[in-house]
């Protein structure tokens, strides 16, 4: 189910048209139907590391649809989409911490401090980069450090310190060709 859950999440039907918020919405309808199946069988078998991975693709729903909702004008509906999913992403990050899933912590890390960064919470969203960087180096990811130096761009450029979003511009570039060239 999880499979089938991220085709609806990530690829266009080419016979529905991308500006048609009808359609999006209903693929993203189906994506949360086929990812709270994958998220239930994950539960009973007890694969937290599956049930993790489910809840972050949750969550990763929730956020597209609140960004959605923004660009529609549509505030309060945004506001309580980023509530679920930064509660699916925390819920996620909590098992992932608790297993020890150094990838997933990245990826989830990245995930919540994006929602902080665009919440203008700039503090949080520096730390849950930072963390998430360092343990991209540390794994040695480059689409995660990738990831997490440009995320950390953003907050340096909102900061207006020049000398480290150059250096993390550089960092995302340095790892987006090295991914480009493997």
Do not use: W
């Amino acid at each position: 189910y999880n499979n089938i859950g991220f085709i609806y999440d990530n690829f266009v039907d080419p016979t529905c048209h991308s500006s048609n918020e009808v359609c999006f919405k209903e693929r993203k309808a189906k994506a949360l139907d086929y990812y709270f199946k994958s998220l239930k069988i994950r539960q009973d078998i007890n694969s937290r590391l599956g049930e993790a991975q489910s809840l972050n693709n949750i969550g990763g729903v929730y956020s597209s649809l609140a960004a959605a909702e923004k660009k529609a004008g549509h505030i309060n509906e945004h506001n309580q989409l980023i509530k679920k999913a930064l509660e699916y992403y925390e819920k996620g990050l909590e098992i992932q911490e608790y297993i020890n899933d150094k990838v997933g912590i990245s990826t989830s890390l990245n995930n919540i401090g994006a929602i902080s960064l665009n919440q203008g919470k700039i503090n949080e969203a520096m730390q849950l980069s930072k963390r998430s960087l360092q343990i991209s180096k540390e794994l040695g990811y480059p689409s995660h450090i990738m990831v997490s130096a440009s995320s950390l761009k953003r907050i340096y450029q909102k900061q207006n310190k020049y000398k480290e979003t150059l250096d993390m511009y550089e960092l995302e570039i340095q790892m987006r060709d090295s991914i480009s060239n493997s």
